[in-house]
């Protein structure tokens, strides 16, 4: 039995227009996916801006409405209606947001945010609170007076941090990371990837890493979902994706992967070209009549592929 099984997961939001607010359209922000998540490992879950990561995480904590598919929690199927309710998926499945400023409340010190997620499942003291807080703030690199400033009183690597700090605080089972470093300098980027790895050993972790990077990407995850407009275009492990990509989109991500090495730049950039008229060129192959990604098609035990 695994961990947490998506099955077939729709969220659409409504386009809305005109004096009575109608609705005339739908953004198909996830439309059809299904993944599958083991305990103590990483999964990377990456595509372009827009193409529905973060609606994927929030789905998943409950924060977006689902239109259809499944969540299913250690084998049972979970109620559409679960959010907010002090349960134990609530407890064990957490989530480090994509916008450090926008998700922490403004008005609120960093211990009564941090504590936040934990009063909904202890019933800690006052004491007992600020203790577990400290131990908190230690694990991710901040010091005591950082326990009754206000979020912006903090650079955004910091923010990350607390953000981390709130999410493991109720000791979860799995971490929906989204873009846990995108906003952070690369020695700090480091920093933070390799404190989420030593709390996956000390806990048996699992996280769902949400990014566009597929060069962060690759040093995380055990296994990856390539996204393409709210569906899934190549699922695989490290080595599917890295050294046997099929699909056109994943070449042109892999392929925008910064390279660091000055005398492979041209190289580099000269492929990157080819791949992308190629990409262009063959669009018909990976989308159907609709401009829909085809069905992943079994390459593999563990690589799929959505080609025609
Ligand atoms: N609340 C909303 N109402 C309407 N449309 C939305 C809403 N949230 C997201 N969308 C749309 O759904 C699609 C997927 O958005 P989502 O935020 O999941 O993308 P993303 O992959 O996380 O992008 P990014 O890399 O920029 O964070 C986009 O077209 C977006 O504009
Ligand atoms: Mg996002």
């Not at 909904?120 to 004491?127: A, G, Q, R």
């Not at 400290?134 to 979020?151: F, Q, R």
């Not at 994943?250 to 000055?262: D, G, S, V």
């Not at 990976?286 to 069905?295: A, I, T």
């Amino acid at each position: 039995m695994s961990f947490l099984e998506v099955k077939n997961l729709k969220v659409h939001y409504p386009i809305r227009s005109g004096f009575f607010n109608k609705i005339v359209d739908y953004i198909y922000a996830v439309d059809g996916v299904s993944l599958t998540i083991e305990q103590g490992k990483t999964y990377g879950l990456v595509g372009e801006s827009g193409s529905g990561k973060s609606t994927i995480g929030k789905a998943i904590i409950g924060l977006e409405k689902i239109k259809s598919g499944k969540i299913i929690y250690k084998g049972k199927e979970i109620d559409r209606k679960f959010r907010n309710r002090k349960n134990e998926y609530n407890k064990n499945v957490q989530m480090i947001f994509q916008d450090s400023l926008s998700s922490l409340n403004p008005k609120k010190r960093i211990i009564d945010i941090i504590s936040e997620p934990l009063k909904n499942f202890e019933n800690l003291t006052e004491t007992e609170n600020k203790k577990k807080i400290l131990e908190l703030l230690e694990i991710v690199g901040l010091s005591e007076d950082a326990l009754y400033k206000y979020p912006h009183e903090f650079s955004g690597g910091q923010r990350q941090r607390i953000g981390i700090a709130r999410a493991v605080a109720t000791k979860p089972q799995l971490i929906i990371a989204d873009e846990p470093v995108s906003a952070l300098d690369l020695s700090v980027q480091a920093q933070v990837l390799n404190y989420m790895k030593d709390i996956q050993k000390q806990y048996n972790l699992s996280y769902l890493f949400i990014s566009h990077d597929l060069g962060v990407v690759k040093h995380m995850c055990d296994y990856i979902y390539i996204l393409n407009s709210g569906r899934f275009v190549e699922t695989g492990t490290k080595t599917d994706i890295y050294d046997f990509s099929e699909h056109p989109y994943t070449k042109r991500l892999i392929a925008a992967i910064p390279e660091i090495h000055p005398e492979k730049r041209l190289e580099n950039a000269l492929k990157r070209k080819k791949i992308e008229e190629e990409y262009q060129k063959n669009k018909k192959n990976f989308y159907d009549e609709n401009g829909k990604v085809f069905d992943l098609k079994k390459l593999t035990d563990t690589h799929f592929v959505a080609l025609k």
